[in-house]
């Protein structure tokens, strides 16, 4: 073979490699696209959470500084996508007060929420003795003597959206529900709870 023939060939073998590149990224770029296509026709909205009510058995303050509390939290998602469902992976819940945890986290059950579908939980929230930072001890105080408590109930867990055969990817999820308490005094834990209706919607970040 002459040189001129070897250069020849290989200026074929590389226009082959070039037409088999373009369209390889071709395909890759029209299964990007019918995928952003779905997504942007179908547009997931996340779940809606509303706490329900709220049962408390224990929640008092003692010294120096420690919290101990016995609440039981009704809690509702609502899917409301029509065409697309949601798995539930993992969802911790717990009891927070101005921005520190106060309760053990509580695992609910993995579950799957179809189109449309409610799911509701109605998980107990503990927490013996768990300290608390010294600034937040006399603020509980004074918010126990005047009456009012605002809780916070979250869930950090994780989604998957199905549509179809086809499951997502794993995705992070915050919810965030304001618990107001009326209360006269300290919960001893003793005797039996006080059950608040709430009906407050939740925020959501998904």
Known sequence: MTEKECEHHH?????????IG???LGFLA???FVVFLVWAILHPHGPRFVLQDATIYAFNISQPNYLTSNIQVTLSSRNPNDKIG????RLDIYASYRNQQVTLATLLPATYQGHLDVTVWSPFLYGTTVPV???LSPAL???LTAGMVLLNIKIDGWVRWKVGTWISGRY???VNCPAYITVAG?????GPGVKYQLVQRCAVDV
């Open 11 to 19: 200026d074929e073998d590389e226009k082959m490699r070039k037409r």
């Open 22 to 24: 373009a369209v390889v």
């Open 30 to 32: 029209a299964v990007l």
């Open 86 to 89: 949601i798995f539930y992976d």
């Open 133 to 135: 930072a010294p600034y």
């Open 141 to 143: 105080s004074q918010d």
């Open 172 to 174: 992070r999820l915050h």
């Open 186 to 190: 300290q919960f001893s834990g003793e």
